[in-house]
């Protein structure tokens, strides 16, 4: 069954400025001639992604009174579409640019042997999210978008706004 799975690369972002940011790294750089799949809450998605798998955002940030419930969907729901995604395909790569929807599937693709690649958002100027600070110890390489961030993550590499 797993023997012929297809090799794709896994896209996991939000919505909002963490979209922006997945189609801005779509449109500027070269991702191989492998498919893209997204797990992703956006609605609208860039047009050289094959296939999407929805998730839910892993908090409210504007409600901690709905947090708790919110985080246990959240987690039944990604574990249920990344087992979907990994019956059918064998994810060789993960790329996130968050939200907290990259956490889970990060934990799985490097239970996979899966290389994890993230971007700590651009919006992070002096504090790093909270989503940063649990990728940064699950990803094989971790990138930060203002020198600024060198100092809470000294292992990430600078690369400049997407």
């Excluded at 609208?44 to 709905?66: G, P, T």
């Excluded at 490097?110 to 940064?136: C, D």
Aim: net charge positive.
């Amino acid at each position: 069954m797993f023997a012929k799975r297809k090799e794709v690369i896994l896209l996991v972002f939000g919505k909002g400025g963490h979209n922006a940011q997945i189609t801005r790294f779509i449109d500027n750089d070269n991702i191989n001639q492998l498919p893209l799949i997204a797990l992703t809450s956006a609605d609208n998605i860039h047009k050289k992604i094959d296939e999407k798998y929805f998730c839910l955002e892993a908090r409210d940030k504007f409600s901690q009174l709905k947090n708790l419930f919110i985080f246990c969907a959240y987690v039944v729901v990604a574990i249920a579409q990344m087992f979907r995604i990994i019956t059918k395909y064998k994810v060789i790569g993960m790329i996130s640019t968050g939200p907290g929807l990259a956490v889970i599937p990060g934990i799985m693709c490097r239970i996979m042997r899966a290389k994890v690649i993230y971007f700590e958002s651009w919006s992070r100027i002096e504090k790093p999210s909270l989503a940063g600070r649990f990728m940064y110890w699950i990803s094989n390489q971790f990138y930060v978008q203002h020198q600024s961030m060198k100092a809470k993550y000294p292992q990430a590499k600078y690369v400049g706004r997407l």
